[in-house]
């Protein structure tokens, strides 16, 4: 609450934006920070009796002051402290080390003025506020710089602050194009839409209007390992080329990644990462990625609400990828007729079904065009994978432009199964070519793909 200014027994009269039931002030204040909302969250009215409160984009200020003669005083008055609102928040999270200065007894709004001050400002770009002692730590840092914010302390006793604009930053790439990569570990082509496979919905809606190749062929030259699986999917090469040869987190890519490859053409371009698998927040990251998220392992729930976070800025990043890990962790079987297999895939789906939600509400989405691509990095057999089987070798490709969004000319369509089609082929040249930027990788788009 420390980034709050509390008046007690008062509220705005009216202007209420967004209403929320069963909360606490501070789950109020936690929903008024959030990137979804940070575009026109400054205040909230709190109801003591209830347990809710009434988010709106107006302070006292600008309705002629607060009321405070409501009968029985039921209502508190929260208002956002205005260093604040040039810094991005998140809850329960922080930056691991990179600490350069160390602020004592302070506010969150003292702590944003120590951050824009004239004597800092050339570096400062971050701070991790200490709620319980009232301190923070100012950072030349910010979580991209360093592979991602660390969630998992215990007891949740930092929240992080960005310095950033709240709107995100106006893509630049003609059209208005942008890129969802949402990358589904361990995930088997052969082991959605079809017979007596797992119930898809989201996915099966994205098949429908756009491509889907069922057995896009990963390993061969490399093994069928998550690194080099997912070095290929970014870049377009194979190990021997990228150099990814294991999982090894000290093994960095030697190709350029396919968000680099973006931020070189344009280079007001943002991109967006979050995982929860440190390698590709860490090596396998792009060089100069924007938004950087480490979640904890196995929730995707946190994934899919950063994710939603991001789509509901004005601008959000150019170029996004989300990571699903479940499916994977580690499989008991990769059999796609498998219970356990399928209930994994199922519920991976609904996270899904939420971030296309969230995509289509967007106010703008009708004046923008996003290629959604999902993918995967290996599939399995038995209960591992590594190998060189058919069952190891066989991912995905779904691609789809125009989702809920008929006035784009789609980019593909059709089953492309009887294609083939390797993993250097499937994802980076698509969206090199969507995106009209030349295609200096090993990997060869479907000819039948393009406007």
């Known amino acids: 609450m420390e980034s709050f200014d509390y008046t007690e027994n008062a509220a705005i009269s009216g202007q209420n934006v967004e209403h929320l039931n069963q909360s606490t002030p501070e789950m109020c204040a936690a929903a008024c920070l959030a990137t979804s909302r940070a575009s026109w969250c400054v205040s909230f009215d709190y109801f003591k009796t209830q347990q809710g409160c009434d988010l709106s984009n107006k302070r ?85 710089d360093i592979g991602g914010l660390k969630t998992n302390y215990s007891g949740n006793p930092y929240d992080h602050y960005s310095f950033a604009p709240i709107n995100g930053i106006v893509n630049p790439v003609p059209g208005n194009k942008h890129v969802l990569i949402i990358g589904i570990d361990g995930l088997r082509g052969d082991a959605i839409n079809c017979t007596g496979c797992a119930a898809t919905p989201g996915l099966t809606a994205l098949i429908q209007g756009g491509a889907f190749h069922n057995n896009v062929l990963a390993g061969g030259a490399q093994s069928t390992f998550s690194g080099p699986g997912w070095s290929s999917v970014f870049t377009g090469f194979w190990a021997d080329q990228h150099g990814v040869t294991s999982n090894d987190i000290g093994l960095p890519l030697l190709r350029p990644h396919v968000f680099d490859l973006i931020k070189q053409a344009w280079p007001t371009a943002t991109t967006a990462v979050v995982a929860d698998w440190a390698n590709l927040t860490h090596n396998l990251l792009p060089k100069q990625t924007d938004y950087v998220v480490s979640t904890e392992a196995k929730n995707s729930k946190a994934a899919t609400d950063v994710v939603k976070q991001w789509l509901g800025m004005a601008n959000p990043p150019t170029a996004i990828f989300y990571y699903l890990h479940n499916v994977d962790i580690h499989a008991a079987s990769y059999d796609p007729f498998n219970a356990n297999y399928q209930s994994k895939i199922a519920a991976e789906d609904q996270q899904i079904q939420q971030i296309l939600a969230a995509l289509t509400t967007r106010p703008s989405y009708a004046n923008e065009e996003w290629l959604i691509v999902v993918t995967s990095d290996h599939g399995g057999i038995n209960s591992g994978h590594g190998g060189q089987t058919a069952a190891e070798r066989d991912t995905l490709l779904i691609l789809n432009n125009n989702y809920l969004n008929p006035s784009k000319t789609a980019y593909c369509t059709g089953n492309l199964s009887n294609i083939s089609m390797s993993q250097v082929d499937g994802t980076t040249p698509h969206i090199l070519d969507f995106l009209n930027l030349p295609n200096a990788t090993a990997g060869i788009k479907y000819a039948g793909c393009g406007h």
Do not use: Q
């Open 60 to 144: 006292a200020a600008d309705v002629g002051g607060l009321k405070t003669n409501y009968a029985g005083n039921p209502y508190d008055h929260y208002s956002i402290k205005e260093p604040l609102r040039a810094f991005t928040f998140t809850a329960n999270a922080a930056i691991s080390g990179y600490n350069n200065e160390h602020l004592t007894n302070v506010s969150t709004a003292d702590c944003a003025n120590a951050c824009l001050s004239t004597e800092r400002n050339s570096w400062c770009r971050s701070f991790d506020y200490a709620k319980e002692n009232r301190s923070c730590d100012l950072s030349d840092r910010r979580a991209r």
